[in-house]
């Protein structure tokens, strides 16, 4: 992965984070590793714990940046949540997993969308 695009993905993670916080949500941690993958941040939203995942584009030349969340990519984000939620004793929880989509369009305002219950608990190991 190139420095920029490493850098592009830390600033969206920011700017997904402030963006959370200023809808409601509470931060919980960021970057949160086992060995199954990594989540890009875990909050809670009105009771609810959320896995959320930041995609960011430079542009929507190639699709928009929720579309990279592949099927394999839900599968993985769902192992490592259902680990985070056994880790913590909180199997029982409300949980969901939302997406925040970022597009920087040319000289203009990151386009920020939150998209909520962006997917289901996908657990297949099928590929």
Not at 8 to 23: H, V, Y
Not at 38 to 48: L, M
Not at 56 to 79: C, D, H, M, T, Y
Request: charged residues 25%; contains cysteine.
């Amino acid at each position: 992965m190139s420095k920029s695009h490493l850098n592009l993905g830390k600033a969206s993670e920011d700017l997904a984070t402030q963006f959370l916080k200023n809808n409601g949500y509470k931060i919980i941690t960021r970057n949160y590793k086992s060995p199954l993958g990594e989540i890009d941040i875990i909050a809670k939203d009105k009771g609810a714990i959320c896995f959320i995942e930041v995609k960011s584009r430079s542009s929507n030349r190639f699709g928009l940046p929720q579309e990279a969340v592949s099927g394999f990519k839900q599968r993985q984000i769902s192992r490592v949540a259902l680990g985070f939620l056994k880790e913590k004793g909180l199997l029982n929880s409300k949980a969901r997993f939302d997406v925040v989509s970022i597009t920087y369009p040319l000289e203009d305002s990151p386009d920020i969308n939150l998209i909520k219950d962006a997917f289901e608990l996908n657990l297949d190991y099928t590929y």
